[in-house]
T-cell receptor, first 115, second 112 residues
Framework: DADVTQTPRNRITKTGKRIMLECSQTKGHDRMYWYRQDPGLGLRLIYYSFDVKDINKGEISDGYSVSRQAQAKFSLSLESAIPNQTALYFC??????????????FGDGTRLSIL | GEDVEQSLFLSVREGDSSVINCTYT??????LYWYKQEPGAGLQLLTY?????DMKQDQRLTVLLNKKDKHLSLRIADTQTGDSAIYFC????????????FGQGTELSVKP
């Protein structure tokens, strides 16, 4: 979805470095999510936020932190990157006003490699 | 915990029908979704079905839900090479929760 922008698109870094992945959206949605995708494992939820003051851990939050700087921005940080955090990371947004099924809208992903 | 399972690969010939299967464990999922991921892109919602429905048809797509067996399938009629992608099923509670639990994804390969 062009309205959900992730930066950078690709990043290679070394073990122990602090990394920040950014997500911004122009959809005006309150709810934002961070997932990671690994081959054969699908997408797993890292953190989610239902509004600026609400941050919740997902199923695999260890080693990650997030910041919701504004309704439109949700950043994911790896405080001290390790090789098993090498993955494809996706940001998504949703809004209950889009219907009770509340579809999620995804960015194009950030491919992160940790050496 | 909640779990959604899919087979990892499916290969079909152009013009044939494709059937992608999914099983889930969380009976409280009120919506079941199919997302499509093309290479280098994020996920796009293809279709969804509400848990009190058995079937939903949308052009070439047919979703079947067997709630008793917790089995969901996506049938793509007249499969085209442009349908080659990874297909994810996901369960969620819609407005009651917002979070989704995804399956592993099925890579569909369509051969000419």
């Amino acid at each position: 979805d062009a309205d959900v922008t992730q930066t950078p698109r690709n990043r290679i870094t070394k073990t122990g470095k602090r990394i920040m992945l950014e997500c911004s959206q122009t959809k005006g949605h309150d709810r934002m999510y961070w997932y990671r995708q690994d081959p054969g494992l699908g997408l797993r939820l890292i953190y989610y936020s239902f509004d600026v003051k609400d941050i919740n851990k997902g199923e695999i939050s260890d080693g990650y932190s997030v910041s919701r700087q504004a309704q439109a921005k949700f950043s994911l940080s790896l405080e001290s990157a390790i090789p098993n955090q090498t993955a494809l990371y996706f940001c998504a947004t949703s809004d209950p006003r889009e219907g009770s099924n509340q579809p999620q809208h995804f960015g194009d992903g950030t491919r992160l490699s940790i050496l | 915990g909640e779990d959604v399972e899919q087979s990892l690969f499916l290969s079909v010939r152009e013009g044939d029908s494709s059937v992608i299967n999914c099983t889930y464990t969380d009976s409280s999922s009120t919506y079941l979704y199919w997302y499509k991921q093309e290479p280098g892109a994020g996920l796009q919602l293809l279709t969804y079905i509400f848990s009190n429905m058995d079937m939903k048809q949308d052009q070439r797509l047919t979703v079947l839900l067997n709630k008793k067996d917790k089995h969901l399938s996506l049938r793509i009629a007249d499969t085209q090479t442009g349908d080659s992608a990874i297909y994810f099923c996901a369960g969620g509670r819609g407005n009651q929760g917002g979070k989704l639990i995804f399956g592993q994804g099925t890579e569909l390969s369509v051969k000419p």
